[in-house]
Every structure is written in C-alpha cells, then in structure tokens.
C-alpha cells in the first residue's frame, strides 16, 4: 500500500469524524456540558492532532515515491550466517 493511499485513508476517517460530530452537535449542546465545554473538547482534540501532526509525520511534498517510503519503512537487515 503505497504512503498516498494510507494519507488518504487518514483524512477520510478525518472527514467522517466531523461528519459524525455535526450530526451530534445538536445533542452535545443540549446536554449537561454545554457549548463552551463542547467547543473547548473540541479545540483540544484540534490542537492534540496538529501537534501530533507537526512534530511527527515529515514533509513529503515533492519527494518521489521511492524517497517516502526512506523515510517510513523500516527496512530489516537478514541475519548473516
């Protein structure tokens, strides 16, 4: 599975999240938490994942397919016998 496939899966679950979120929202307001806390959840989440996304996946705008997967996939050297 190439590393555009996977980069694509992400942001489709990414997009489904908030799909299910705005269909919820109406029901998180509503309730005992209220809008404030709802949005500062939400804000939280928002900021968790750029951090996560900043500090940990490296830029691979422009490199070639070959030049990604250096950067991801652990290659394993066989035992020499």
Do not use: N, W
């Not at 489709?12 to 005992?32: D, P, R, V």
């Not at 750029?50 to 490296?58: A, D, E, I, Y």
């Not at 422009?62 to 652990?74: A, D, H, N, P, T």
């Amino acid at each position: 599975m190439a590393l555009d496939d996977i980069a694509l899966f992400c942001y489709s679950c990414k997009h489904m999240t908030t799909l299910l979120l705005a269909a919820g929202m109406e029901y998180i307001f509503i309730s005992l938490i209220g809008p404030a806390t709802t949005y500062f959840i939400l804000g939280s989440l928002t900021m968790i994942g750029s951090l996560f996304f900043g500090l940990v996946v490296k830029e691979t705008s422009g490199l070639s397919e070959i030049e990604k997967r250096r950067l991801y996939v652990v290659q394993v050297e066989s035992p020499k016998i």
